[in-house]
């Protein structure tokens, strides 16, 4: 129950963090919007429906009119629709130019960081006192300056203004107008329109939290139940992982078809509306993705403190480097993670906090397998795999043995049983328990 609750749960999660990590963070909000004016099918969509509008409005037609000789006007519409076409082909290439590239990121993060001022009452420009959002023209005015470079031109006119206070009032006084102390405070926004964007980004915010602490607190509970099975339990959380990443990216994908046959009514620009979604969505593919390859990590831990036969002869070959070298084996497990870590599949391992929890999770597991390897083969030496290896080719390359002579009696065949017995041991083939087992078996009939 705990299992099927935290992945249900865990695939709202997942939901909520893209939400909140694509709303509500500037690098990636921007570089989304970077993302969709930078794909050709978007361009051609956008630059087609502006050149559409821009021609349909008359003004075109009527300027290139208005510039022809009066016995060339009736050729206005020719002229028009050839500046259209010409218009259609060269406006793909100016959405695609760095300098519009460069402008559109920079007023998608100015917005968007404009968006987060407002709903959380922050920075200077803008404020929410008293369920109002009012901005500030005093401050826009001042950076608009900094930008331009003559903020101090715009001191001194300010100075001026405020030295000549009484006179600039007395004037309007005398002209029946009251300038209020709030004079260059624009409201844009009331009570009802605030708290509505404000409760979502609320909402959102929380989810993003608590929805995730919930879920691991939900496995971590499951686990922790299941005593004398907890290693299996740790493998059904990496299973659990894997199908919360599967069903995300299935929604992605078939959620996508949903949504643009719902928005979009013309075929033509459904092509465009699938690129729209695929590259909005790119975060949510990250996260499916990631939570895929962390599920199938914990299974193969899981698998390799295991009981078969290929993990304990796994172990059994990795004992002496653990026991006997233990720096070279934390030496060689950091530095895979540090590979990982420049390759940077998935956003987790390009984020700091991430990668420390990695590297403590990845020390801790590896001492826990230290310590197993140490229990379970305390004698075992460097090379007895590869000697086992040579000893199993070896047998497999001799030639079959008569029926009659199978089985072998006498103290001759008692020590040949025994040296297949440890042979088959020390390859993993057979476990501790069946070894002896088998052992004691064959003392017995003897």
């Given at each position: 129950?705990?299992?099927?609750?935290?992945?249900?749960?865990?695939?709202?999660?997942?939901?909520?963090?893209?939400?909140?990590r694509q709303v509500l963070n500037t690098d990636n909000w921007t570089t989304t919007s970077s993302n969709l004016l930078a794909d050709k099918a978007i361009q051609n969509a956008i630059a087609g429906y502006a050149v559409t509008q821009l021609f349909n409005t008359g003004a075109v037609q009527s300027e290139v009119r208005s510039v022809l000789p009066p016995r060339l006007e009736p050729a206005a519409g020719t002229v028009t629709a050839g500046l259209q076409q010409l218009a259609g082909q060269i406006a793909p290439?100016?959405?695609?130019?760095?300098?519009?590239?460069?402008?559109?990121?920079?007023?998608?993060?100015?917005?968007?960081?404009?968006?987060?001022?407002?709903?959380?009452?922050g920075g200077s420009a803008v404020s929410t006192n008293g369920g109002v959002v009012t901005l500030n023209l005093h401050t826009v005015v001042d950076q608009v300056a900094n930008s331009l470079g003559v903020q101090s031109q715009v001191a001194a006119a300010r100075s001026a203004l405020q030295s000549n206070a009484g006179t600039v009032q007395g004037a309007a006084n005398k002209a029946g107008i009251t300038l209020p102390p709030s004079t260059g405070q624009l409201v844009i926004?009331?009570?009802?329109?605030?708290?509505?964007?404000?409760?979502?980004?609320?909402?959102?915010?929380?989810?993003?939290?608590?929805?995730?602490l919930v879920t691991f607190a939900l496995y971590i509970l499951a686990v922790w139940l299941s005593r004398g099975r907890r290693r299996p339990a740790m493998r059904l959380v990496g299973w659990c992982f894997v199908?919360?990443?599967l069903l995300v990216l299935i929604v992605r994908r078939f959620g996508g078809n949903y949504v643009v046959d719902a928005l979009v009514k013309h075929s033509a620009n459904r092509v465009p509306a699938h690129h729209a979604w695929t590259i909005a969505t790119t975060l949510l593919y990250d996260i499916g993705a990631a939570l895929i390859v962390f599920g199938l990590i914990l299974v193969v831990a899981a698998w390799l403190a295991g009981h078969t036969r290929p993990a304990t002869a796994l172990r059994r070959a990795l004992a002496?480097?653990?026991?006997?070298?233990?720096?070279?084996?934390?030496?060689?497990?950091?530095?895979?993670?540090?590979?990982?870590?420049?390759?940077?599949?998935?956003?987790?391992?390009?984020?700091?906090?991430?990668?420390?929890?990695?590297?403590?999770?990845l020390g801790l597991g590896l001492e826990a397998l230290?310590?197993?390897?140490?229990?379970?083969?305390?004698?075992?030496?460097?090379?007895?795999?590869?000697?086992?290896?040579?000893?199993?080719?070896?047998?497999?390359?001799?030639?079959a043995v008569p029926a009659a002579a199978a089985v072998p009696t006498g103290s001759n065949g008692h020590l040949t049983q025994l040296e297949r017995l440890a042979s088959l041991h020390d390859s993993g083939s057979l476990t501790d328990a069946e070894f002896a087992a088998e052992k004691a078996a064959l003392a017995n009939g003897s």
């Open positions: 129950t705990l299992f099927t609750l935290a992945t249900v749960i865990g695939v709202f999660a997942v939901l909520a963090v893209w939400a909140n290439r100016v959405l695609a130019s760095p300098q519009v590239q460069a402008a559109w990121v920079q007023a998608n993060r100015a917005a968007q960081k404009t968006f987060l001022k407002i709903v959380e009452g926004l009331r009570s009802s329109q605030l708290k509505t964007a404000q409760d979502f980004v609320n909402v959102l915010r929380s989810l993003a939290l608590v929805l995730p199908g919360i990443g002496p480097t653990l026991r006997n070298r233990p720096i070279v084996s934390y030496v060689t497990v950091y530095i895979v993670l540090l590979l990982v870590i420049l390759w940077g599949p998935t956003p987790a391992t390009r984020q700091l906090p991430y990668i420390i929890a990695f590297i403590v999770l230290r310590r197993q390897t140490a229990r379970e083969f305390p004698d075992a030496q460097a090379g007895d795999t590869m000697r086992a290896i040579r000893s199993w080719n070896a047998r497999r390359r001799q030639p």
